[in-house]
């Protein structure tokens, strides 16, 4: 997919994709939760994050390496060239995930014991390690389908990978009822068989189109395979310590808040039932809308190291800033009515008012998470991989730091670890936003607050307004549900009202852009 805007339908690809499989990960967790309790989910989210700092480790950012050093072959017209570099790839990712995956396996006792403080988990651990032998090969298709900017397999394969790792979930819950140590382990291999049936669709469609779509002819003075492996390294490097950030931003919360919330003398079992409606519930609502901007960010990818390595740096930064107008008109509403909602939302989706305790502080990050993700995506497509890194980094500091300090005041607790983490991206996203200025100077995001602002504002006053008359009639369920409903139409209005929302940007969207178009034409939300 190639063209000015093919990158955002490539993007709106993966943003459905990634929203349905996001969304069946989210809601998954609602019976999840009410079947297993905060504890269940305690124990099951402090495994997570040791499965995604290894995973990183093994790809060690290769997969988006894959994915520039393709878009690059592919511009100019050496096809052969990118599918050796993915086969050179291949082989260099499925070596290590082995490896990986067989360390994680031995290291199991010793993780849950020695850094988790929590022997429950060991067997979860052990559960979940084969998945990083078969994601770390997944991956590798996916780089290269997104280099070639065909992001249909990625997709589906998304879809179909957290689809079987929910039902294997569920499976562990009845069949283990009762005994949270073994259904913990058998929710975890839900990403063994998840990620299985996502290769094997990924494979059978490789095999299907590469005599085709992916064998076409392009000869160009090739590198020898050690120059390939070292310009792979180059990138994917800094990828991999930034990849690595992330999971161990998690890994902080699974370790740090549990003991900082036992400083501030809440009991052992209370601690992991507070951090489990930290993470694996209002955390899992905060990440929900950023499914967007984090496939603008794997689609801006390949878009911008395309421009940029034909010298289109007009065209690199149209690409960003039109990334940019999508995120903030998108998920400044959603921030907003994930702070204005927030214990509506929890007693709603989950039974538990006090949820709505971390979400309320919590919101904010969604914006300054998904600004992240998408000027991270811009620098790394300019092959500036190291400097999203050290941002990154940085915000992790500033998490960590007052995470400790926070969460240990007893007035503060959970608060404290939810306001950690928002400054933590606010942070990191700064420092990308500064760099891309030197580097970019056209991409600009000041241009695109106020609109979505002015109709955020008055959307959310609607919001408030609204819900506590709509409580008194029907209850919180159906209030929930009906101001949700007057929100989005109150700020398509706004929107409309004062020209955010223009037919360019609904007219990327695949499949139904046209017709979404004439249906907004002439409800008068567009121009």
Same mark, same amino acid.
């Given at each position: 997919?190639?063209?000015?805007?093919?990158? %955002?339908?490539?993007?709106?690809?993966?943003? *459905?994709?990634?929203?349905?499989? #996001?969304? %069946?990960?989210?809601?998954?967790?609602?019976?999840?939760?009410?079947?297993?309790?905060?504890?269940?989910?305690?124990?099951?989210?402090?495994?997570?994050?040791?499965?995604?700092?290894?995973?990183?480790?093994?790809?060690?950012?290769?997969?988006?390496?894959?994915?520039?050093?393709?878009?690059?072959?592919?511009?100019?017209?050496?096809?052969?060239?990118?599918?050796?570099?993915?086969?050179?790839?291949?082989?260099?990712?499925?070596?290590?995930?082995?490896?990986?995956?067989?360390?994680? &396996?031995?290291?199991?006792?010793?993780?849950?014991?020695?850094? *988790?403080?929590?022997?429950?988990?060991?067997?979860?651990? #052990?559960?979940?390690?084969?998945?990083?032998?078969?994601?770390?090969? &997944? +991956?590798?298709?996916?780089?290269?389908?997104?280099?070639?900017?065909?992001?249909?397999?990625?997709? %589906?394969?998304?879809?179909?990978?957290?689809?079987?790792?929910?039902?294997? =979930?569920?499976?562990?819950?009845? /069949?283990?009822?009762?005994?949270?140590?073994?259904?913990?382990?058998?929710?975890?291999?839900?990403?063994?068989?998840? +990620?299985?049936?996502?290769?094997?669709?990924?494979?059978?469609?490789?095999?299907?189109?590469?005599?085709?779509?992916?064998?076409?002819?392009?000869?160009?003075?090739?590198?020898?395979?050690? =120059? *390939?492996?070292?310009?792979?390294?180059?990138?994917?490097?800094?990828?991999?310590?930034?990849?690595?950030?992330?999971?161990?931003?998690?890994?902080?919360?699974?370790?740090?808040?549990?003991?900082?919330?036992?400083?501030?003398?809440?009991?052992?079992?209370?601690?992991?039932?507070?951090?489990?409606?930290?993470?694996?519930?209002?955390?899992?609502?905060?990440?929900?809308?950023?499914? %967007?901007?984090?496939?603008?960010?794997?689609?801006?990818?390949?878009?911008?190291?395309?421009?940029?390595?034909?010298?289109?740096?007009?065209?690199?930064?149209?690409?960003?800033?039109?990334?940019?107008?999508?995120?903030?008109?998108?998920?400044?509403?959603?921030?907003?009515?994930?702070?204005?909602?927030?214990?509506?939302?929890?007693?709603?989706?989950?039974?538990?008012?006090?949820?709505?305790?971390?979400?309320?502080?919590?919101?904010?990050?969604?914006?300054?998470?998904?600004?992240?993700?998408?000027?991270?995506? /811009?620098?790394?497509?300019?092959?500036?991989?190291?400097?999203?890194?050290?941002? *990154?980094?940085?915000?992790?500091?500033? #998490?960590?730091?007052?995470?400790?300090?926070?969460?240990?005041?007893?007035?503060?607790?959970?608060?404290?670890?939810?306001?950690?983490?928002?400054?933590?991206?606010?942070?990191?996203?700064?420092?990308?936003?500064?760099?891309?200025?030197?580097?970019?100077?056209?991409?600009?995001? #000041?241009?695109?607050?106020?609109?979505?602002?002015?109709?955020?504002?008055? &959307?959310?006053?609607?919001?408030?307004?609204?819900?506590?008359?709509?409580?008194?009639?029907?209850?919180?369920?159906?209030?929930?549900?009906?101001?949700?409903?007057?929100?989005?139409?109150?700020?398509?209005?706004?929107?409309?009202?004062?020209?955010?929302?223009?037919?360019?940007?609904?007219?990327?969207?695949?499949?139904?852009?046209?017709?979404?178009?004439?249906?907004?034409?002439?409800?008068?939300?567009?121009?």
């Amino acid at each position: 997919m190639t063209g000015r805007d093919g990158f %955002i339908r490539g993007a709106a690809i993966l943003a *459905l994709a990634g929203f349905i499989s #996001k969304s %069946i990960g989210a809601f998954y967790r609602i019976p999840f939760a009410r079947l297993v309790g905060g504890e269940g989910v305690g124990l099951y989210q402090m495994v997570y994050p040791i499965y995604t700092v290894v995973l990183a480790l093994s790809t060690a950012g290769i997969p988006v390496a894959i994915s520039v050093l393709v878009a690059e072959k592919t511009a100019q017209g050496d096809y052969y060239g990118a599918n050796r570099i993915f086969k050179v790839a291949l082989i260099l990712l499925s070596v290590a995930s082995l490896l990986f995956a067989a360390a994680l &396996m031995m290291g199991a006792d010793f993780l849950a014991t020695e850094v *988790l403080k929590e022997p429950r988990a060991q067997l979860a651990i #052990k559960a979940i390690a084969p998945a990083i032998f078969i994601t770390g090969v &997944m +991956s590798s298709l996916r780089g290269f389908f997104q280099g070639q900017q065909v992001m249909h397999p990625t997709a %589906i394969s998304q879809v179909l990978e957290q689809s079987i790792r929910v039902i294997t =979930v569920f499976i562990a819950v009845f /069949v283990y009822s009762g005994n949270i140590t073994l259904i913990a382990a058998g929710a975890t291999f839900g990403a063994v068989t998840g +990620s299985a049936v996502g290769l094997a669709f990924l494979i059978w469609y490789f095999l299907r189109k590469r005599n085709t779509d992916f064998k076409r002819i392009g000869f160009l003075p090739q590198e020898r395979k050690r =120059v *390939l492996v070292k310009r792979i390294i180059v990138i994917a490097l800094p990828l991999s310590l930034g990849n690595l950030i992330m999971p161990i931003m998690q890994l902080i919360d699974a370790v740090v808040v549990p003991q900082r919330l036992r400083a501030a003398g809440y009991a052992v079992n209370r601690a992991t039932e507070l951090f489990g409606q930290f993470t694996g519930m209002a955390g899992t609502l905060i990440n929900l809308p950023t499914i %967007i901007t984090l496939s603008l960010a794997v689609s801006l990818v390949p878009a911008i190291a395309e421009a940029s390595s034909r010298g289109y740096l007009e065209q690199a930064a149209h690409r960003g800033n039109a990334a940019l107008r999508v995120t903030t008109v998108l998920l400044l509403p959603a921030a907003a009515g994930l702070w204005a909602l927030a214990e509506p939302i929890s007693i709603f989706l989950f039974s538990i008012s006090e949820v709505g305790v971390p979400l309320r502080y919590l919101a904010g990050g969604v914006v300054f998470l998904g600004l992240y993700q998408v000027t991270a995506g /811009v620098l790394q497509g300019m092959s500036k991989t190291y400097i999203p890194v050290i941002n *990154l980094f940085i915000g992790a500091a500033v #998490k960590l730091l007052l995470s400790y300090w926070l969460t240990a005041i007893p007035t503060v607790g959970i608060r404290g670890a939810a306001m950690s983490t928002v400054l933590g991206f606010f942070t990191a996203f700064m420092l990308n936003y500064l760099s891309l200025k030197i580097f970019l100077p056209g991409m600009a995001i #000041k241009r695109y607050l106020f609109k979505p602002m002015l109709a955020v504002t008055i &959307m959310t006053g609607i919001v408030v307004f609204s819900y506590g008359r709509f409580l008194l009639l029907w209850g919180n369920a159906i209030a929930v549900m009906g101001v949700i409903i007057i929100a989005v139409f109150a700020y398509l209005i706004m929107l409309a009202g004062t020209g955010a929302l223009r037919l360019k940007d609904v007219e990327a969207l695949p499949f139904a852009g046209s017709r979404i178009i004439k249906i907004l034409v002439r409800l008068g939300f567009v121009r």
